[in-house]
């Protein structure tokens, strides 16, 4: 089973409902934390943890032995991305940030030999053991790589590989490709919004990717008591999401992410909340 923790605009909270709600949820389950959020992955410093065992993520780019080249330029007529650029005697030269590492360029180089296997770092994911009985694993991509695609699809496969009995899923926030492919496979997304003209915008945009997956959508309104809530009831109303829980604007939860511990852990208000949440979960999966 899976369920991801997503919302279309940044820092609604949404990485903090995703940790406490799976320490509240290991009550239930077996599960595997996911940190898919891999341009700016902060769950493991909320669960106050350094992430271990790190594997590369390393993609195809490839390389010209120029003493077999015949600068027959195909290379460069086959690479949609322009990543490939030629001299005027028909000599490649590779850009490599533009490099998309689809292999097209080997695939129709008509000479054996002439393209060898490259290598191009992506990033890394990591498995990481938590204090509180699961597993986090993290995707991280590499400071200035604009491709984020990989290094997801790398780190949710690691996820998957711990054969958990549930993978909870924070995505990055937005409705991005790489946010469409965390979510791939979920039976429940649970959006965080905030009672905000953006909050607002954005939460429909994730309802709206949730409607075109085919997968149920639960909203959880963060910071409710900063705004106006009812512009939110009327979109999930329309999208036929039920919302599930509001968190207040709360010194508590603020100190607990300073700190590095999950307020979930305490004995305050709020962390009824996030167990309250967790077992609407559980009931909901099971």
Same mark, same amino acid.
């Given at each position: 089973?899976?369920?991801?923790?997503?919302?279309?605009?940044?820092?609604?909270?949404?990485?903090?409902?995703?940790?406490?709600?799976?320490?509240?949820?290991?009550?239930?389950?077996?599960?595997?934390?996911?940190?898919?959020?891999?341009?700016a992955p902060n769950d493991h410093i909320l669960?106050?943890?350094?992430?271990?065992?790190?594997?590369?993520?390393?993609?195809?780019? #490839?390389?010209?032995?120029?003493?077999? !080249?015949?600068? /027959?330029?195909? %290379?460069?007529? &086959? $690479?949609?991305?322009?990543?490939? @650029?030629?001299?005027?005697?028909?000599? #490649?030269?590779?850009?490599?940030?533009? !490099?998309?590492? /689809?292999?097209? %360029?080997?695939? &129709? $180089?008509?000479?054996?030999?002439? @393209?060898?296997?490259g290598k191009k770092l992506m990033g890394h994911?990591?498995?990481?053991?938590?204090?509180?009985?699961?597993?986090?694993?993290?995707?991280?991509?590499?400071?200035?790589?604009?491709?984020?695609?990989?290094?997801?699809?790398?780190?949710?496969?690691?996820?998957?590989?711990?054969?958990?009995?549930?993978?909870?899923?924070?995505?990055?926030?937005?409705?991005?490709?790489?946010?469409?492919?965390?979510?791939?496979?979920?039976?429940?997304?649970?959006?965080?919004?905030?009672?905000?003209?953006?909050?607002?915008?954005?939460?429909?945009?994730?309802?709206?990717?949730?409607?075109?997956?085919?997968?149920?959508?639960?909203?959880?309104?963060?910071?409710?008591?900063?705004?106006?809530?009812?512009?939110?009831?009327?979109?999930?109303?329309?999208?036929?999401?039920?919302?599930?829980?509001?968190?207040?604007?709360?010194?508590?939860?603020?100190?607990?992410?300073?700190?590095?511990?999950?307020?979930?852990?305490?004995?305050?208000?709020?962390?009824?909340?996030?167990?309250?949440?967790?077992?609407?979960?559980?009931?909901?999966?099971?």
């Amino acid at each position: 089973m899976q369920i991801a923790v997503s919302g279309g605009k940044g820092g609604t909270g949404k990485s903090t409902l995703a940790v406490n709600i799976a320490i509240a949820l290991k009550e239930y389950f077996d599960l595997t934390l996911a940190d898919l959020d891999v341009e700016a992955p902060n769950d493991h410093i909320l669960l106050g943890i350094k992430l271990q065992n790190e594997e590369p993520v390393e993609l195809f780019i #490839p390389r010209f032995d120029y003493s077999k !080249c015949i600068r /027959c330029k195909k %290379c460069a007529e &086959v $690479c949609e991305e322009h990543a490939i @650029i030629t001299m005027r005697d028909g000599t #490649p030269f590779l850009m490599p940030t533009l !490099c998309s590492s /689809c292999g097209a %360029c080997k695939i &129709v $180089c008509p000479v054996e030999g002439a @393209i060898l296997q490259g290598k191009k770092l992506m990033g890394h994911t990591y498995v990481t053991k938590t204090p509180y009985g699961f597993p986090l694993v993290t995707g991280k991509l590499l400071e200035g790589e604009e491709r984020a695609m990989p290094v997801v699809v790398a780190a949710k496969k690691r996820a998957k590989t711990l054969n958990k009995e549930l993978l909870i899923v924070d995505t990055a926030a937005g409705t991005s490709n790489t946010v469409s492919k965390a979510l791939e496979d979920s039976q429940l997304i649970i959006a965080v919004t905030e009672p905000t003209p953006l909050g607002l915008h954005d939460l429909e945009l994730t309802l709206k990717l949730s409607h075109i997956m085919g997968i149920k959508a639960r909203i959880v309104i963060n910071r409710g008591d900063l705004g106006n809530k009812n512009n939110i009831r009327k979109l999930a109303h329309r999208y036929k999401a039920e919302i599930v829980a509001e968190i207040p604007y709360s010194e508590n939860i603020l100190k607990s992410y300073v700190e590095g511990k999950p307020v979930v852990l305490s004995d305050c208000e709020e962390a009824e909340i996030f167990r309250t949440l967790a077992k609407e979960v559980a009931d909901y999966l099971r």
